[in-house]
């Protein structure tokens, strides 16, 4: 047999073993775009790979993709991650960041950059004002109430953010400014390039 067309076999093999995996004891959801209704496709879909026995005992590893919505609210896992970058535990909220974000932007780095420009104040308030979805992910729109004791009054902060879905669980992204930021290896004395 030539190689050219076992490959090929082994390519439908795969494929169809993957599909018969993926559909087995995996929940299904629908992804509908706000503004027409219409379903959309994901941004993300992971390949998980799955260990599988044969018939004669040996071992085989079938790669399928299987896209998981996490357990729980984008819009209260987005909450809490806001609640955490305006108390500046930027650690804490990295460890939720998804990991493209995560690569660009490793831990200590993004710590170090975060903290020249802390989130002076409290926070007084927070609330969701809208959830939907858009081209990158779960937009959730917020209304922040920050109050700081050199200001009289409070500021009112307009905040959208996005959740994706990582491996496993929701994460964050980071705003498309800071992404340009981090680019700049957190160059604040330049101004970003989106």
Not at 74 to 79: E, I, T
Not at 93 to 110: C, G, M, N, S, T
Request: glycine residues 6%; proline residues 7%; hydrophobic residues 45%.
């Amino acid at each position: 047999m030539r190689p050219g067309l076992a490959t090929l076999i082994l390519l439908c093999f795969v494929i169809t073993v993957s599909s018969a995996l993926a559909d087995s004891g995996t929940e299904r959801f629908t992804v509908t775009s706000t503004l027409d209704g219409r379903a959309v496709l994901p941004l993300r879909i992971h390949w998980i790979a799955q260990s599988a026995a044969t018939a004669d005992g040996a071992v085989t590893t079938v790669a399928s993709s299987v896209l998981r919505r996490p357990e729980g609210s984008p819009a209260r896992f987005l909450s809490r991650i806001v609640r955490l970058l305006v108390a500046n535990r930027y650690s804490e909220a990295w460890k939720w960041l998804d990991p493209a974000d995560q690569e660009l932007a490793p831990e200590a780095v993004y710590v170090t950059c975060e903290s020249l420009t802390p989130v002076l104040g409290r926070l007084v308030s927070l609330r969701t004002l809208h959830v939907g979805h858009d081209r990158i992910g779960v937009a959730v729109r917020f209304r922040l109430r920050i109050a700081d004791e050199a200001q009289p009054q409070e500021t009112t902060v307009l905040l959208t953010a996005h959740a994706v879905i990582a491996p496993g669980r929701w994460a964050w992204i980071l705003p498309q400014a800071r992404r340009a930021l981090y680019r700049h290896g957190c160059d604040l004395g330049r101004p970003p390039n989106p």
